[in-house]
């Protein structure tokens, strides 16, 4: 096979690098907005006394958890879309967006008629205290109504993905956030609703959120001639698509649920250094993701126009960023933790657990930075049934040893040395021989 000429490669790097980092740097930022809804509420309902905000935190777990679970919404309509674009079709390409779009909201409709009866029974589940059930229940079932607008929300954004567009999204959640935090404000001490104002505040965001996503889909769709009415066929193919992938998502929020229960049994102050962690590698993730986001883009795109050699080209540069930003992030972390420890917690005991645990995060962020990226280019190629096998057998391998860590009398280091080295080493040796083997390169518009 004829190699390229060194000049030619260069040039085909940098436009790589310029596609990775136009498309994942706006990713970021509308990555770190997400999580600062709940922030916004826990400080703002924080000031209405313990129970409140115990009440919130239970709610708010079980609606993001609830909501992450149909994160596919993004993810497989990123891909689908981003290869009919790159096949040059736009039109079928925000066609299959609204698929997405409308399977939202018929999954939110259906998540939402069986969280209002049940919302006492989910919260005493959690072993909620009598005078904190009343406020996450009150919550839990107001902020339920905007779930099939967060559902949108996340079908709308892997619509735009797909269009190679993730500034829209960035702009989309600052102004979301910047809204639930005024709102918010307004409505808890302003109109005097307490908890109750908190949750319509980010109920009216969610919703203002979604109506601008569906006015800039609706605006292309007549655009570009494409049909807005609901697909009973591509409904269905997007459910069926989705499967794996809600198996992946399902696979990997049971490692993270395991590992928490695992650092409660080993003590209050390794499950606070536990959750603390869990926060510093959250952020982390989120960074590595960004760069997953433009692979799902980037790789979709390629294989929709039927260009198998661009698509393992990006595929071989994205690795390299993966692995640069591991080791940078990696390096970050060791360098700011003396000034990160202080901030979380003056209890020296949480210290003394933290900064080793700390230090496999920060090992083992070189490894993630690779898995992240692979995850997203087998996401943006369709390749859901493997990555479902893929994450079932991590969870298959991490959970025993994960939870034979207190038996064998081990702590919270040796607990993230099952996260952070075990399961990301079984996820890279699953990951890396299947893109290495080529059999994601399917080319097309649609995935045979």
Do not use: K
């Amino acid at each position: 096979m004829t190699q390229a000429p060194p000049a030619a490669g260069r040039t085909a790097a940098r436009r790589h690098d310029r596609e990775i980092v136009s498309l994942a740097l706006p990713a970021l930022g509308a990555l770190v907005a997400e999580p600062l809804f709940v922030m916004a509420d826990s400080a703002i309902v924080g000031h209405l006394g313990t129970p409140q905000l115990a009440g919130l935190g239970v709610a708010a777990t079980l609606l993001t958890t609830g909501v992450n679970i149909f994160v596919f919404l993004a993810y497989g309509t990123t891909a689908a879309v981003a290869r009919r674009l790159g096949a040059g079709d736009l039109s079928a390409a925000i066609r299959q967006g609204m698929d997405g779009i409308w399977l939202a909201l018929l999954l939110g409709a259906v998540v939402v008629a069986a969280v209002l009866p049940t919302a006492p029974a989910l919260v005493g589940a959690f072993g909620t205290s009598d005078t904190a059930s009343p406020y996450a229940v009150t919550y839990l079932r107001i902020s339920a109504l905007g779930i099939p607008a967060m559902l949108v929300v996340l079908a709308a954004t892997g619509v735009l993905r797909g269009l190679q567009d993730t500034r829209t999204p960035l702009y989309v959640a600052v102004g979301g956030f910047s809204a639930n935090a005024v709102l918010n404000v307004v409505l808890v001490y302003g109109a005097g609703l307490g908890i109750a104002g908190s949750a319509w505040g980010t109920v009216l965001a969610q919703c203002a959120m979604a109506a601008v996503y569906l006015t800039v889909v609706v605006r292309g769709a007549r655009r570009h001639g494409a049909s807005l009415r609901p697909d009973a066929a591509g409904i269905r193919a997007g459910g069926r698509a989705g499967v794996p992938l809600l198996v992946r998502t399902l696979s990997l929020r049971a490692v993270l649920v395991i590992a928490t229960a695992v650092a409660a049994r080993l003590g209050d102050a390794e499950v606070a250094a536990h959750q603390i962690v869990l926060t510093l590698w959250t952020l982390l993730a989120l960074a590595l993701d960004a760069i997953a986001i433009a692979g799902q883009a980037i790789i979709g795109r390629y294989l929709g126009a039927g260009d198998a050699a661009g698509a393992r080209a990006a595929c071989r540069r994205m690795v390299r960023w993966g692995v640069v930003s591991g080791v940078v992030l990696g390096v970050l972390l060791i360098a700011v933790r003396p000034l990160l420890l202080p901030l979380f917690t003056p209890d020296t005991s949480v210290h003394d657990r933290l900064t080793p645990a700390l230090l496999v995060v920060a090992v083992t962020a070189p490894v993630a930075g690779v898995v992240f990226v692979l995850d997203g280019v087998l996401l943006g190629a369709g390749d859901g049934p493997y990555l479902a096998w893929a994450m079932l057998l991590t969870l298959v391998l991490f959970a025993p040893v994960a939870l034979a860590v207190p038996a064998l009398g081990g702590g919270l280091t040796t607990l993230w040395w099952a996260v952070g080295g075990l399961a990301m080493a079984v996820r890279l040796a699953t990951l890396w021989p299947r893109v290495r083997s080529g059999r994601w390169v399917v080319t097309g518009a649609v995935r045979a």
